[in-house]
């Protein structure tokens, strides 16, 4: 597979702008158990726009295809082992700035709606896998275990204070946004 640019905001704006006329296919699912779970309601808006997001990025196998392979979730199988990627510039083309993208697909990630399967950088759109661990929220073993974070935010002049969080050895901006440094 060779390099690829990243695409900007302006082209994500595009695409998204194509598939809502029809490009894809008129209508995704939104599982119900998914819709109505207390992790969902502990996304907030931006964290649910993520969740949308990821769940508009899934590929489905068609009902009657025989010998279908992948993962089955609810009502289907999800097409290459659930496996999506999600990018900065696509969560702000629909509508969240760069750090509420960031934080909210890291909220996303720590609910237990996607596990990360490669961490991305500026230049690479990281890849990540659909989870069900969001259905062990709040009591269970919802939590990514052994995962390098979604992404890291790259740009730390941005006005946020770092305290460094030695028990668990993540860098906490004010509380708001989690960076885990570079190992």
């Known amino acids: 597979m060779g390099f690829r640019e990243a695409k ?3 082209q994500w704006r595009d695409e998204l702008d194509r598939d809502a006329a029809g490009g894809r296919g008129k209508f995704r699912i939104l599982p119900r158990d998914l819709f109505n779970s207390r992790a969902f309601a ?15 990025r899934l ?43 960031t934080r909210a697909r890291c909220l996303a990630w720590e609910l237990g709606f996607f596990d990360v399967i490669e961490s991305g950088t500026v230049h690479h759109a990281g890849r990540y896998r659909y989870s069900d661990r969001w259905r062990e929220f709040p009591d269970g ?12 935010n790259v740009y730390p002049e941005n ?3 770092k305290i460094e969080d030695y028990d668990s050895g993540r860098m906490i901006e004010l509380g708001k946004v989690v960076i885990f440094p570079v190992t």
């Open 141 to 152: 073993d919802y939590l990514p275990v052994g995962q390098s974070p979604p992404g890291k």
């Open 59 to 101: 590929e489905y196998d068609k009902r009657g295809k025989k010998d279908r392979k992948g993962v089955k979730v609810a009502c289907s199988v999800l097409r290459n082992n659930g496996e999506f990627q999600l990018t900065v510039n696509e969560l702000v083309a629909r509508g969240l700035s760069r750090s509420t993208a």
């Open 159 to 161: 006005g946020f204070k």
């Open 8 to 10: 900007t905001v302006e």
């Open 42 to 56: 502990a996304l907030r808006g931006s964290g649910a726009i993520v969740v949308l997001a990821i769940l508009n």
